[in-house]
Nanobody, 124 residues
Framework: QVQLVESGGGLVQAGGSLRLSCAAS????????MGWFRQAPGKEREFVAA????????NYADSVKGRFTVSRDNAKNTVFLQMNSLKPEDTAVYYC?????????????????WGQGTQVTVSS
């Protein structure tokens, strides 16, 4: 089992940057593909980015491609989401998730474990 704890959210002006972290418990972090999702008020949870076990394969939603970068440090059991050029429409609760299959996926139903989320608010 994996427990995930996100951090790094906050309030930022449009055009600014934030770096989210997701710390995982357990010794098998490197077995999991990791994903980032977000949910804005009144909207469904949506895929943001995902990274393979090794970190060599990544995938991004079109809406964040070129602005967000997902990375991981398996030695520190942590996955990161660097968010640049933030827009008001990026405002949401951001969640990290772990997928034991190790496959980089965009469907939230495929992920096995979830963090509690961290709020990101981008002001215009």
């Amino acid at each position: 089992q994996v427990q995930l704890v996100e951090s790094g959210g906050g309030l930022v002006q449009a055009g600014g940057s934030l770096r989210l972290s997701c710390a995982a418990s357990g010794r098998t972090f490197s077995y999991y593909a990791m994903g980032w999702f977000r949910q804005a008020p009144g909207k469904e949870r949506e895929f943001v980015a995902a990274i393979s076990r090794s970190g060599r394969i990544t995938n991004y939603a079109d809406s964040v491609k070129g602005r967000f970068t997902v990375s991981r440090d398996n030695a520190k059991n942590t996955v990161f989401l660097q968010m640049n050029s933030l827009k008001p429409e990026d405002t949401a609760v951001y969640y990290c998730a772990a997928d034991y299959s190790g496959v980089v996926r965009t469907d939230s139903d495929e992920y096995d474990y979830w963090g509690q989320g961290t709020q990101v608010t981008v002001s215009s």
